[in-house]
């Protein structure tokens, strides 16, 4: 297995298609119980004897302690994956592990015999690259528009004014609305009990923070950025208690028990830096020049002028009226004590994102300069208050109602959890529910550039930023996910979709009969695909082969899914699929309107085991094809040794031309 | 390294049916250890990136540091079950398997026989295809260890070998080219010995000498173990 090659004397270990079959199988082994509505928790303790439990697939693949390269690549996708779509770890793992396992299948079977390979594994494992990147290369073609065709109609479109107007249609029997679709990922996240509850505090969280005129992403977005200044976690209460505070809550509290001041508004200035700046730092060199009548000043005389001219800039916010002092850093004692003089509270240490939330919110610009302090730097409060939330005392700040506003009020989470792993998994769950809601919303148009350009930051650890940008881009084709696009959960896209696919491969006109040929690959694309349904029903099998007959009977019998009198509205949906990409305003009610007047989907796919994003599960298989294929081209490991370390480090080395054991045309 | 290298490798056929069921095995058995090693990782070992010298599994390591493969130390061996050394079922599948070929392989070794050997040795050869002796399979079921060396040694039962006449060698006898014609030499002194050890045994009428004769085989038997294990 270790061979030692040439002066350079790095091991090198040559991976076979059975290693890297082994390596995604194990990872399968250990997400594959906890997969599925009715799957376990993995139960996790530490050595300070700290447990909690946890069903994210994400959280279970990092808790693990792999050293194997291979292995420590597919996690590290796998999350870069969940970062961008919130959901679908598990799923993730279990397409790779069976799209490997009928790749390694159809490989040996049939090797590519028309090279001349020096050995059966060799020849095994350029067929299994070839077939990858054939799957690969098919799915980024084709795969959207078999989706849009073979499984968008049987799904429904959600739009956002379904889900802002979901008090006035209370018990609505479809119940299409984003609340079911947040209910569904929030069960199988942290399970039946809490589901709702947490659902419902996300979507007024959402409502509250909507502006106006603008897409539902973009509130989606605001949401995502901020969400760690909108929320506060608070352990030792059951969860129940978590809502909704309007204003924001700044993590930290008051320098010094502040005097009660009851007169509004309540002023406020943030200032990002010192107000007194420390006058001897360590490397510095603090030169006195020469004063009036040529005296050499001291160090005294230096500091009382300071002093003196930080009293002066209080004094200065005491004529503005300012009472409330937000700061980045650490004042000095003698700006607290001064400040305590002048009735002023001091909030110090607080977060640049809260800072920068605030000064967002209340239109007041952060102080920069600490003599020029000007009245656009005031900030106007309904009030600001210290709160005791669980153990800890918060700055409760509410806002002043301005113009440009309106639509938005302010308001911020408390989600409350017994301990601090279940507080902290739920606020990682509605993090997490914000990301797949914005997938959802947002489903990118994937053109082959973006999508080259995944796997390359797939195989890189690249910060968090880079991944996230990937381009709001023009449709590739002209049919492009509709946004809010969801489907029956259970299993439905796998079926549907694999129905699509096997019908597609059946109908293409290319008689290609080597392995290699279109209809081979959809295929196998379609075997891979239903191992999803099979785990999700693996505890009753019966029940796999009973949905899956129902579906494509419903398939089947329904040549179009809406066959009532509805028909021109539906044409004009379905038209409209192929068309532009944006939702105006007037169809958006449209779709409402169809959805709520007649009974038109039948029941067999909008069942009663919740909503699931359709974009969502498309980008899980994309990702999944792209990894399979950078996975299957990796054939050498360079075991290298670090100076620092007194245990080796290896890094996986993809050499993308293969050893010299090959002959390669 | 040449760019062409074995030549057996450049026509390939399907596999075949034992083949599938051989493949099909080994899946079974992967996906076992794959269940395995997911076990022990979630019990919090660790997944290192080096493999099993022996049978190229990802090793695992536990908390104080010990390496462990999961399919040398807990699964049976894929390969110890086929070797006809240590179990007996294996070395009853082998011998089954050696008759078969050699009942088929017969007939057509027969025409390679040229110079020397009468037609006569020939056909004798032929027809006289050395079955298995119930002594030697009983014995090798019921100790369970090594088994006799196979009676691909294609002595005709003739209680004499003609020196002129090497038998040939059935194609069916494994090839071991490891077995030093030394010890080939002392295989066959041992099993004479026995042969006639068995005919005396047949036709003896005494208790003392049936022990006696008993313990011989028994002897007999056991220096053909040891060359047995010599030759591995």
């Given amino acids: 297995m270790c061979a030692f090659q040439g002066a350079g004397m790095l091991p090198v270990e040559h991976l076979h298609l059975e290693h890297v079959l082994q390596t995604v199988c194990v990872l399968e082994s250990v997400v594959r119980r906890s997969f599925g509505p009715e799957g376990g928790q993995v139960l996790f303790t530490q050595d300070t004897g700290r447990a909690m439990l946890s069903r994210s697939g994400a959280r279970i693949l990092t808790a693990l302690r792999l050293e194997h390269p291979l292995a420590r690549m597919v996690v590290e996708c796998v999350l870069k994956h969940s970062t961008v779509t919130g959901d679908g770890s598990k799923t993730f793992i279990l397409l790779m592990a069976s799209l490997l396992r009928i790749i390694h299948t159809t490989a040996c079977k049939e090797p590519n015999v028309s090279h001349a390979y020096n050995s059966k594994a060799a020849a095994e494992a350029a067929a299994a690259r070839h077939l990858a990147d054939k799957m690969l290369a098919f799915a980024l073609e084709e795969l959207h528009d078999l989706i849009a065709v073979g499984v968008v109609p049987y799904g429904s479109c959600l739009s956002w004014e379904d889900f802002t107007t979901q008090t006035q249609l209370q018990a609505h029997a479809n119940n299409h609305c984003v609340q079911n679709l947040l209910a569904s990922f929030f069960h199988s996240r942290l399970g039946r009990t809490h589901c709702d509850l947490m659902s419902n505090l996300t979507c007024e969280l959402l409502t509250h923070w909507e502006f106006e005129n603008d897409l539902p992403s973009s509130s989606l977005h605001f949401v995502k950025d901020n969400l760690a200044a909108l929320h506060t976690p608070v352990s030792g209460f059951p969860i129940s208690c978590s809502r909704l505070m309007k204003g924001q809550v700044i993590h930290r509290d008051f320098a010094a028990p502040c005097p009660r001041t009851d007169r509004q508004p309540v002023k406020a200035v943030v200032f990002t830096g010192f107000l007194q700046p420390k006058l001897l730092r360590a490397e510095e060199v603090l030169e006195l020049g020469c004063g009036e009548e040529g005296k050499q000043r001291n160090i005294v005389q230096f500091s009382a002028w300071a002093e003196r001219s930080l009293e002066r800039v209080i004094a200065n916010l005491q004529r503005l009226g300012v009472s409330v002092l937000l700061s980045a850093v650490k004042q000095s004692a003698a700006v607290l004590a001064l400040a305590a003089q002048a009735e002023m509270s001091v909030v110090e240490c607080v977060s640049e994102d809260e800072l920068s939330l605030f000064a967002r919110l209340s239109g007041a610009t952060p102080v920069t300069d600490c003599w020029m302090i000007e009245p656009e730097h005031v900030a106007l409060l309904t009030f600001c208050r210290p709160i005791l939330l669980g153990a800890h005392r918060y700055v409760h700040v509410a806002f002043h109602d301005s113009e440009e506003r309106v639509t938005v009020k302010p308001c911020s989470l408390v989600i409350c959890g017994l301990g601090e792993g279940q507080t902290d998994q739920y606020a990682c769950a509605l993090r997490d529910a914000i990301r797949m809601l914005l997938s959802t919303w947002e489903p990118t148009g994937v053109t082959a550039t973006t999508a080259s350009e995944r796997t390359r930051q797939s195989n890189t650890s690249t910060s968090f930023h880079t991944d996230d940008q990937i381009p709001n881009a023009a449709p590739f084709k002209q049919c492009v996910l509709e946004p809010g696009c969801v489907i029956a959960a259970g299993g439905t896209f796998e079926f549907l979709l694999s129905h699509a696919l096997l019908q597609h491969g059946s109908s293409c006109s290319i008689c290609d009969d080597t392995m290699m040929g279109v209809p081979a690959v959809c295929q196998l694309l379609a075997n891979a695909l239903l191992s999803v349904p099979r785990q999700i029903y693996s505890h009753s099998p019966r029940r796999f082969l009973l949905t899956q007959t129902r579906l494509l009977s419903s398939v089947q019998n329904h040549s179009h899914p809406f066959s009532l009198a509805h028909k021109e509205e539906h044409n004009t949906i379905l038209i409209r699929v192929g068309g532009d990409c944006e939702c105006p305003l007037e169809e958006g009610k449209l779709t409402k309107h169809c959805c709520r007047e007649a009974d038109v989907s039948p029941k067999a796919f909008m069942s009663d085991s919740g909503l699931e994003s359709v974009s969502c599960k498309y980008q899980v298989l994309l990702a999944v094809l792209q990894c399979v294929s950078s996975v299957l081209r990796v054939d050498a490991v360079l075991h290298t040794h670090t100076a620092l370390h007194s245990q080796s480090h290896r890094r996986p080395n993809a050499s993308w031309d293969g050893t010299d054991d090959e002959a390669e045309d | ?232």
């Fill in chain 2, 1 to 232: 390294m040449a760019l062409n290298g074995d030549d057996k490798d450049f026509e390939w056929e399907p596999p075949t049916e034992a083949e599938m069921k051989v493949i099909q095995a080994r899946r079974e058995r992967q996906d076992k250890i794959s269940k395995l090693m997911g076990d022990y990782l979630l019990k919090g070992y660790r997944m290192l990136a080096e493999c099993c010298d022996v049978c190229g599994t990802i090793l695992l390591q536990d908390k104080q540091h010990k390496n462990y493969c999961v399919s040398c130390q807990e699964l049976d061996s894929d390969v110890d079950k086929d070797n006809p050394a240590l179990n007996a079922q294996a070395a009853l599948s082998q011998v089954r398997e050696r008759q078969l070929a050699a009942q088929s392989a017969a007939p057509s070794q027969a025409p390679e026989l040229n110079g020397g050997p009468s037609s006569s040795t020939s056909s004798q050869a032929s027809v006289s295809v050395p079955l298995p002796r119930p002594e030697h399979c009983e014995g090798a079921a019921a100790g369970g260890r090594a088994l006799l060396p196979p009676p691909a040694v294609p002595s005709p039962s003739t209680p004499a070998p003609t020196p002129a006449l090497a038998p040939p060698r059935p194609p069916v006898s494994p090839p071991t080219p490891a077995i030093s014609p030394m010890l080939l030499e002392a295989e066959e002194a041992v099993l004479v010995k026995l042969r006639w050890a068995t005919n005396q045994l047949q036709s003896s009428a005494s208790l003392e000498s049936s022990i006696q004769l008993c313990s011989l085989i028994t002897s007999c038997a056991n220096s053909l173990r040891s060359l047995k294990e010599l030759s591995q």
